[in-house]
DNA sequence: GAAAGTACTTTCCTAAAGGAAACTACTAAG
DNA sequence: CTTAGTAGTTTCCTTTAGGAAAGTACTTTC
């Protein structure tokens, strides 16, 4: 008689698992988080703009991330009717609901910082 | 004159910034969220039951993502003295305190999932 | 008409992540 | 003494992520 999966086996863990999943497909990557973070504190911004705000990104990843936002409906991206063609990001609804779970890693983040300082120095 | 960073230049997102880095660099990768999930639901758990618990992971990535939670104390290994030795782990209260992170990740998972099904069905 | 700015894309490359399968080592049951 | 179970490690391989640099295209300023 194999075992089998007890813990996870129902319903509800498995839909949860799946929400996970979904949801690390969609966020993973170096950048996205940044991106998403600058967007919410500072809205419409242009391509050179999130390129000096988000430190250390270059060109073709912010191009890329930005590509992956948009198509999952996180971001907005607007061409402007200006002389030299400006483009405007911007946080969509979709976006902006994201910000529990970035302020729950911020805080995370602090506090695990702290952990490490205290344990360690 | 150069334009710089306004946005993100305070010491406030800096902190922030760095602690999102902190949190991904720690919670990345496919399979941390599913073992850390497990772990919070059963405790004291042994290695095969984590394999049998967390779909479609192998004994590698098992036996390493193990490693590295232990290393950041988010999960505890403990060796028992049975005749056929035996490992079990257990999250830790450092690995309690990712709760909420997991929680709003299953949420905004389950309610994007939504979003795109009632957008496209 | 050269420089500089906006907004990218493309190419080329390296490094890291992840998976399948085999292997180690030990014990207990039949 | 063979099978099965626990607890991994090691090797080999492919895929994905990420970065540097150059190129495209168009416009405004000097």
């Known amino acids: 008689m ?44 242009g391509f050179m703009d999130l390129l000096r705000e988000v430190d250390g990104i270059g060109t073709k990843m912010l191009s890329k991330e930005l590509q992956d936002l948009e198509v999952n409906q996180l971001i907005s991206r607007t061409v402007m009717n200006t002389k030299p063609v400006t483009v405007k990001y911007a946080i969509t609804e979709n976006g902006k609901s994201l910000q529990p779970i970035i302020d729950e890693l911020a805080k995370w983040g602090i506090s695990y910082r702290k952990s490490v300082f205290n344990n360690k120095s």
């Open 2 to 45: 194999k075992k089998k999966a007890i813990v996870n086996d129902t319903p509800i863990c498995r839909v949860r698992m799946q929400a996970i999943s979904d949801a690390m497909s969609i966020l993973s990557g170096k950048w996205k988080f940044h991106i998403l973070g600058t967007l919410i504190e500072g809205s419409k911004l």
